[in-house]
T-cell receptor, first 115, second 112 residues
Framework: DAGVIQSPRHEVTEMGQEVTLRCKPI?????LFWYRQTMMRGLELLIY????????DSGMPEDRFSAKMPNASFSTLKIQPSEPRDSAVYFC?????????????FGAGSRLTVL | GNSVTQMEGPVTLSEEAFLTINCTYT??????LFWYVQYPGEGLQLLLK?????DKGSNKGFEATYRKETTSFHLEKGSVQVSDSAVYFC???????????FGSGTRLSIRP
């Protein structure tokens, strides 16, 4: 299994541009999570899906952020328009239910720099 | 709401030293507790977990015991190695087992 695959690994863009981050979860995993990591705020849960349906998007910072999961093998996180404060590492993770301990498998992350 | 508080880093130790990274939590009910580790340039990966009070999770020489009376889940290792240098995250999942909340992370550096 190739694990959780994220692209791009690095993205540098200018303020105001649209950014799309992509994630392919592990086959058979029915939960998908998007996290954002910054030095100031640590690791924040943005949104998570179960069986392609968004369950909790309370962590999405504002309307500029949107996430979709059109099928079980693909999800996107879009920022439009991007701002310098969006600069962070964005992680995608997937999991299957495992009793009371839902163990996440993370991708390698997408490092976003907004100039 | 649920939250996790872990000790500030960075922590720097010499090889073979004893390690403790403190973690306390706030949660209703009976959460599950985790330690994840992040090596440079990689995503987080599960180190160990415990799902009920007094459980001890262990892996690669690391241990943590779920203490409900002190709401703690401190990470320990008896003898650290240079290869243990990484960022360590304490985490919990509450009544919604799917939603996992992470602490701020503790950067550990081990000197040869």
């Amino acid at each position: 299994d190739a694990g959780v695959i994220q692209s791009p690994r690095h993205e540098v863009t200018e303020m105001g541009q649209e950014v799309t981050l992509r994630c392919k979860p592990i086959s058979g995993h029915d939960y998908l999570f998007w996290y954002r990591q910054t030095m100031m705020r640590g690791l924040e849960l943005l949104i998570y899906f179960n069986n392609n349906v968004p369950i909790d998007d309370s962590g999405m910072p504002e309307d500029r952020f949107s996430a979709k999961m059109p099928n079980a093998s693909f999800s996107t996180l879009k920022i439009q328009p991007s701002e310098p404060r969006d600069s962070a590492v964005y992680f995608c993770a997937s999991s299957i239910p495992s009793g009371r301990a839902n163990v996440l498998t993370f991708g390698a992350g997408s490092r976003l720099t907004v100039l | 709401g649920n939250s996790v508080t872990q000790m500030e880093g960075p922590v720097t130790l010499s090889e073979e030293a004893f390690l403790t990274i403190n973690c306390t939590y706030t949660a209703t009910g009976y959460p599950s507790l985790f330690w994840y580790v992040q090596y440079p340039g990689e995503g987080l990966q599960l180190l160990l977990k415990a799902t009920k009070a007094d459980d001890k999770g262990s892996n690669k020489g690391f241990e943590a015991t779920y203490r409900k009376e002190t709401t703690s889940f401190h990470l320990e290792k008896g003898s650290v190695q240079v290869s243990d240098s990484a960022v360590y995250f304490c985490a919990l999942s509450g009544s919604s087992a799917s939603k996992i909340i992470f602490g701020s992370g503790t950067r550990l550096s081990i000197r040869p």
